[in-house]
């Protein structure tokens, strides 16, 4: 099977999350040759395959199965690959279904490897992720088999093939904050406490704030508001409790206590209370690391272009893997259209991208 018959196959799974539509069952068969651990939870599915060629370092790599909905605005079949003028049109063609072909074809075709090569992969990586790879890393620690490296092949790169690799991840921090005052008739303000006007002047202080200062790869740790409501739609009541809610994507520089301590101050001789919240933590692998300079090489060897070193964006299945100290890494095709009608990514990207991780690989 050619580089692009696998991923064309893989394209036609409708594997919308939590379903992988039979794709793990497939590439099971399609390597043959590794060793198997699935693990199956509340509907997810997850795959790990390994094959142990020599006694040195542990190289994973990691990605998911499974794609958000199709939606609407398709010029064809979103799980009926269309190929126009080496574009391939696909829901996962960019997200990720490029990065499952090649790593998967260069790992099949791997004959020589100083150490244990193995991969990773969900089918609920789009949804909560709460029994997806972190529950195959869980069980890989218990059985002390962690990797050392890993490379998710999520899609990196912003306008040129090869131009951005991630070397880390912000963490996410979500914010509850109830404010409370007394309810009354608006004609009697002197009667009641108004949390809409005790917040108005604190709004200033806190809203699209830099926590910090970030660093050299991670932008500074921002206060963003995403909602505030109070009162009962009614101009004659006084609200008694106004409900703010915020996110902070946080580097490494700022922590929950932190962000408690910055409220505090803020609404110091207020009556509030404040839950917060993390489902992301921050990375960052070290940019002098083994893995970070190997695929930068291999990268600007194949496309001529040197890399930057990223923390952009969302989050991904690659904070799992932080989280355990695992030196991870993320690289893969242009990201311009995921999640959106008319996904596309060019088959040139994803052979190339195969090409480099048959590289990283090979001199590893």
Known sequence: MSLKELFIKLLTFKSITPEDDGAMEFIKEYLDDFEVIEINKEGVKNLFLYKKFADGEHLCFAGHIDVVPAGDGWHSDPFCPTIKDDKIFARGAQDMKSGV???????????????????????????????????VLKYLKANNFLPDYAIVAEPTCQREFG???????????????????????????????????????????IAGVNLDDGDEYFAPSKLV??????????????????KMMFNVRNNTHTTKEII????????????????????????????????????????????????ELSTAGGTSDARFFGEYGIKTIEFGVINDTIHAPNEYTKFEYVTKLSQIFAGVIEKF
Do not use: W
């Open 101 to 135: 072909a090649a790593f998967l074809y260069a790992c099949k075709h791997t004959k020589h490897f100083n150490g244990t090569l193995s991969l990773l992969l969900t089918s609920d990586e789009e949804g909560d992720a709460k029994y997806g790879t972190v529950e």
């Open 260 to 307: 408690q301590k910055f409220i505090d101050d803020n609404f110091h001789g207020l009556e509030y209370e404040l839950t917060l919240s993390q489902s992301a933590k921050p990375f960052i692998t070290d940019p002098n690391s083994k893995i970070v300079r190997l695929i930068r090489t291999i990268i600007a060897k194949i496309t001529h272009i040197t890399p």
């Open 225 to 242: 508001i995403t909602d505030i409501r109070s009162g009962m739609e009614v101009t004659n009541v006084t609200p008694g409790v106004l």
């Open 163 to 205: 131009d951005a690799i991630k070397i880390g991840r912000r963490g996410s921090i979500n914010g509850v904050l109830k404010l409370y005052g007394k309810q009354g008739h608006a004609a009697y303000p002197e009667k009641s406490i108004n949390p809409i006007h005790q917040i108005a002047p604190i709004l200033p202080k």
